[in-house]
């Protein structure tokens, strides 16, 4: 099967979510642009810098992001076939300084679960670049009689507590891991970079060896400006891992605390020496502008972040944004709050979207644990403040949800997340809980990717989690080279329907498993 303009729409996505459609598709091997002589295009082309990525795949939509060395116009190419005969050109922004150089490119009218290639080229206006290439599969179809399997890995956690890339130990190669699964995709709970986490050149290991770090000038202090954002997302994609693994794995990408400063909330002036710029706000507004221009996630209306992601008829992913509307971090006690971590608007959201979904399985992708106490000096930073009883402060917004969804019948919920820096699988049981009014649930816990391992964490008894497997350092902020960095791994069984969640180790050896039967 050829792909032409009636299976792909043009479509061009910059950071400010501008879509342009409606021009014809040339052949992959055609000119884009005006060509310079032979010698000139060999030796001053434009050059792509950063790989390139794709995420937000549905059964019909995915992006495509690229960065470019110099002003260019973004051209993707797509084809079923590796060899791209056949291919249709997809004619994408122009790349300028404005965006850091970084671009999307919107590919609409996909055939539904098909594995489909791309490559991406530039057109300064005198030359062509070498293309880049890389590879997704779109979703089954919710249309279609008969569903195939589904399997995607998730965590979080990129270059914190000073661990950054070590060639020689192997860089980011817990990606190499997550790559030989081949999954459909890759869920990304948070912490991507470290913005609040300056990197030495080097870090002694327990056992005598050195941690010898790459450097950037953007890893040497805290980023403030939106340049030294950019800076972080840019000093993660000299990974080669983790190039790689972009080319080959879409992602759908959630942020948390680190791609601005540690366990930030809107409001909050800060009172370290380390910050020029006290205005959390001011930072955040960059942070997440660096976070759009690198990540390929769709710009929405508002450049609101949480959303769902359908990948055909057994999964719908809630992408949920713990950050934004989070109130004050403090003692979480009060006995009328209503709110505090997802916001009023967010939470409305959430109730309707999942009591709409007709997904077989419905995975709650939350930045923050529910459970676990996440301490912040003497205040806490997430839901769970270590009062055993009746929901308080953040726990009333979470209660309220877990009620709605069982008087609406809402089954199969999963939820998924990072941020405590290990692996761990807890079952929520309303017959343990203090609070009662919901159906039982899972929550599986990994990470991290790249960073000082540290945990366990207590859990409160509040919701009743039961501690089920858990996977933790020797130590506080034990490094990458000791091996305890963690991944998790969901498949869906097209037959069955059943959900099998793995929690795996750096190398890709599952730890633990856990097999879930849907609730007819």
Same mark, same amino acid.
């Given at each position: ?379 806490? +930073?997430?839901? &769970?403040?270590?009062?055993?009883? /009746?929901?308080?402060? $953040?726990?009333?917004?979470? *209660?309220? =949800?877990? #009620? @709605? ?85 969901? +498949?869906?069984? &097209?037959?069955?329907?059943?959900? /099998?969640?793995?929690? $795996?180790?750096?190398?890709? *050896?599952? =730890?633990? #498993? @856990? ?6």
């Amino acid at each position: 099967m050829t792909l032409d303009r009636r299976t792909v729409l043009r479509g061009a996505l910059v950071t400010t979510g501008t879509t342009l459609l409606g021009a014809t598709a040339a052949p992959a091997s055609a000119s884009a642009g005006p060509m310079t002589a032979p010698g000139l295009l060999r030796t001053n082309r434009p050059r792509l810098t950063h790989g390139v990525q794709s995420g937000e795949v549905t059964a019909h939509d995915a992006v495509v992001w690229a960065r470019a060395d110099r002003p260019a116009r973004m051209l993707v190419d797509v084809s079923h076939r590796p060899d791209f005969r056949g291919a249709a050109t997809v004619r994408g922004p122009l790349l300028t300084p404005g965006t850091d150089l970084t671009g999307k490119t919107l590919l609409r009218h996909l055939p539904p679960g098909r594995e489909l290639h791309y490559r991406v080229r530039l057109d300064d206006g005198r030359a062509v670049s070498a293309p880049v290439g890389g590879r997704l599969r779109t979703a089954p179809s919710s249309l279609l009689p008969r569903s195939r399997d589904v399997s995607f890995v998730w965590s979080g956690d990129l270059a914190g507590q000073g661990w950054g890339i070590d060639p020689a130990h192997g860089g980011y190669r817990i990606f190499r891991a997550m790559e030989t699964l081949d999954p459909d995709f890759f869920l990304c709970s948070g912490d991507l970079v470290y913005a609040d986490g300056p990197l030495a050149e080097t870090v002694a290991l327990p056992d005598g060896r050195v941690w010898r770090n790459v450097l950037t000038p953007e890893k040497a202090k805290v980023a403030e400006t939106l340049a030294e954002y950019r800076g972080q997302f840019r000093y993660n994609l000299l990974d080669e891992n983790l190039r790689r693994f972009n080319a080959r794995v879409p992602m759908i990408y959630q942020w948390d605390d680190h791609e601005v400063t540690n366990n930030w909330y809107p409001g909050e002036i800060l009172d370290s020496p380390q910050y020029t710029e006290k205005r959390v706000d001011v930072l955040a507004a960059r942070g997440r502008r660096a976070m759009l221009e690198y990540t390929p996630v769709r710009p929405r209306s508002g450049d609101r972040l949480y959303r769902k992601v359908s990948y055909g008829p057994l999964l719908d992913v809630f992408v949920l944004d713990m950050r934004t509307y989070k109130d004050a971090n403090g003692p979480g006690t009060d006995p009328r709050q209503r709110d505090g971590v997802l916001g009023r608007a967010q939470l409305a959201w959430l109730k309707r979207e999942l009591r709409a979904s007709r997904a077989t399985w419905k995975v709650i992708a939350a930045d923050l644990p529910l459970g676990l106490i996440v301490p912040d000096g003497t205040a806490f +930073e997430a839901v &769970a403040q270590g009062d055993p009883g /009746t929901p308080l402060g $953040r726990e009333r917004e979470i *209660a309220d =949800l877990l #009620s @709605t969804l069982k008087r609406h019948k809402v089954r199969n919920t999963v939820w998924l997340t990072a941020d405590v820096h290990y692996t761990a699988a807890h079952h929520y049981d309303p017959a343990k809980a203090v609070f009662q009014d919901f159906d039982p649930f899972w929550e599986f816990v990994t990470g991290p990717l790249n960073a000082g391992a540290f945990g366990p964490n207590e859990l409160d008894a509040t919701f009743g989690p039961q501690l089920k497997f858990r996977k933790t350092p020797p130590r506080a902020n034990t490094s990458p080279a000791e091996g305890f960095q963690f991944f998790g791994q969901v +498949e869906i069984d &097209a037959a069955t329907r059943t959900l /099998t969640v793995h929690l $795996r180790d750096i190398d890709g *050896a599952s =730890l633990h #498993s @856990t097999r879930l039967t849907p609730h007819r």
